[in-house]
T-cell receptor, first 108, second 114 residues
């Protein structure tokens, strides 16, 4: 089985930096994904980590520590359009198992 | 990346009936999956759709309730059978490709059971 935890809600100010944490416990691990989901829309891929360390992609970065069962998504220079849910997902074999999701609200 | 379409986009069905959802991808993906997302919640994997053979179901989901077909690499259907109000949810399909099996999601089908 798997346990994947994220904070339910976060609020941050436009232009700021926010870090969304994800902790997991799983039997079998083949990587960790972050997805963004705007209300009423499908999830879209943000990042994938399979090795420890930081992956940077523009304003978004994702970090993984396999020994600690921990990942975070870092969003810089926040924009209003970044208001969305952010989903952490653990890959086990060929399948993805999603965390509870974090609803981020960006305020002016 | 893959572009994935689903139909219908939404439906309202009566208790006891069934709904079949179609999923089409625009390129040959290695894997196809079906998820359920209840309002305000995250995604739960229902099953992996296997080409030409029975789907692989996750705990809590059974073939009698959620029959799945995948006749070729780019098309799959999910049927939600014997509907009850508890089946009201959004159903999403996804396709996975590449070494990481990065998944691309369809727009979802919003099902309401009355």
């Amino acid at each position: 089985g798997q346990n994947i935890d994220q904070p339910t809600e976060m609020t941050a100010t436009e232009g700021a930096i926010v870090q969304i944490n994800c902790t997991y416990q799983t039997s079998g691990f083949n990587g960790l994904f972050w997805y963004q989901q705007h209300a009423g829309e499908a999830p879209t891929f943000l990042s994938y980590n399979v090795l420890d360390g930081l992956e940077e992609k523009g304003r978004f970065s994702s970090f993984l520590s396999r020994s600690k069962g921990y990942s975070y998504l870092l969003l810089k220079e926040l924009q209003m359009k970044d208001s969305a849910s952010y989903l952490c997902a653990v890959r086990r074999a060929n399948n993805l198992f999603f965390g509870t999701g974090t609803r981020l609200t960006v305020i002016p | 990346s893959a572009v994935i379409s689903q139909k219908p986009s939404r439906d309202i069905c009566q208790r006891g009936t069934s709904l079949t959802i179609q999923c089409q991808v625009d390129s040959q993906v290695t894997m196809m999956f079906w998820y359920r997302q209840q309002p305000g919640q995250s995604l739960t994997l229902i099953a992996t759709a296997n080409q030409g053979s029975e789907a692989t179901y996750e705990s809590g989901f059974v073939i009698d309730k959620f029959p799945i077909s995948r006749p070729n690499l780019t098309f799959s259907t999910l049927t939600v059978s014997n509907l009850s109000p508890e089946d009201s949810s959004i159903y999403l399909c996804s396709g996975g490709q590449g070494a990481s099996l990065e998944q691309y999601f369809g727009p979802g089908t919003r099902l309401t059971v009355t």
